[in-house]
């Protein structure tokens, strides 16, 4: 574990050196660890990636559950709005697109320019109101409000396991040293139990 925890060890100025070349600090990480911390191999992986994103831009907005990553619900700052408004683009479709970028703005405004100024049309402007569940009278709700709990349940149930499912192949890499340290300490702590426990038996 230990092991593992050195070859997961980010270097924070190869992070600032990453962020300086005007990449996210996300970016950043998972390039890094993705490129066992080559500085030069992790911003071409970054720049690589951002082009498979900008030919599928649907897959930025793909529901992430995690609400503390979840900048879409976050109004973007306006610093970033004006950044694009100064570029020529609608302020609403630059909120937009920020939203939907979650607050990166050189992929808002790659988009915005490769699709004449406007998100595509599988990027809807207001994805929260097409998540809306269609309204229905109390007639219609009193005579399945029994089927429609289990479904609910089952629902939910499903929610919760996707949301321990990554959104990319690599975003499980993002996790800060923070994190890493509680868990191996945990997993540590787990192997000196087991081992105390078969000592005794």
């Known amino acids: 574990a230990r092991q593992l925890f050195k070859e997961l060890y980010i270097d924070p100025s190869k992070v600032d050196n ?9 970016e950043a990480r998972l390039g890094l660890r993705a490129c066992d911390g080559n500085v030069d191999h992790a911003a071409t992986h970054i720049t690589n990636r951002r082009e498979i994103l900008l030919s599928n831009p649907q897959m930025w907005w793909l529901n992430d559950s995690n609400p503390e990553t979840d900048n879409r619900q976050e109004s973007p ?3 970033n709005i004006d ?23 050189q992929l808002a405004a790659q988009t915005l320019a490769h699709n ?8 809807p402007l207001s994805p929260e109101d097409s998540l809306s569940p269609p309204a229905t ?11 429609s709990t289990d479904e609910d349940m089952e629902t939910e149930a499903v929610n919760e396991i996707l949301e321990d499912i990554p959104e990319h192949e690599e975003d499980y890499l993002d996790s800060t040293l923070e994190d890493e340290e509680i868990i191996i300490a945990e997993y540590l702590s787990y192997v000196e139990n087991r081992k105390s426990a078969t000592k005794e038996n």
């Not at 990453?18 to 996300?26: E, I």
């Not at 009278?137 to 089927?147: E, N």
């Open 137 to 147: 009278s109390p007639s219609d709700s009193a005579g399945t409000s029994s089927a």
């Open 83 to 105: 950044q694009l408004v100064y570029m020529g683009f609608d302020a609403l479709v630059a909120e937009a697109a920020l939203r939907v970028f979650r607050g990166n703005v």
């Open 77 to 79: 700052s306006q610093e």
């Open 18 to 26: 990453l962020l300086q070349l005007g990449f996210t600090a996300q």
């Open 116 to 123: 004449g100024g406007s998100l595509p049309p599988e990027l």
